[in-house]
């Protein structure tokens, strides 16, 4: 993470308070929190994949329906970039 980090336990405490199914229910005041959701999408895509929106809006729509929030939290947390074409991930963490 950038601003912080946080435990494996913590995160699976977040997961576990604000998604079921694997689908965001709430998005969280506090931002650690947010982070970890966030996360939790980024790792939905694929690093060093281009996505074009309807492809980008396919995969957010996994995780909740509030695309918005969700793209907008990835830009603005640095988890996604783009430009007049594709998005890509350029942060979060990756299972190994």
């Not at 601003?3 to 494996?8: A, F, K, N, P, V």
């Not at 982070?35 to 909740?64: F, I, K, S």
């Not at 783009?82 to 998005?87: F, G, Q």
């Amino acid at each position: 993470m950038r601003d912080g980090s946080y435990t494996e336990g913590h995160r699976q405490e977040v997961l576990d308070s604000y998604t079921s199914g694997g689908r965001i229910t709430a998005m969280p005041v506090r931002r650690l929190d947010r982070l970890v959701l966030l996360d939790h999408v980024a790792r939905g895509l694929e690093p060093g994949v281009r996505y074009t929106e309807p492809e980008l809006t396919a995969v957010l729509l996994r995780y909740g329906s509030d695309l918005a929030a969700l793209r907008g939290g990835l830009l603005a947390e640095g988890f996604l970039e783009h430009d007049r074409r594709a998005y890509w991930r350029c942060g979060g963490t990756v299972e190994l």
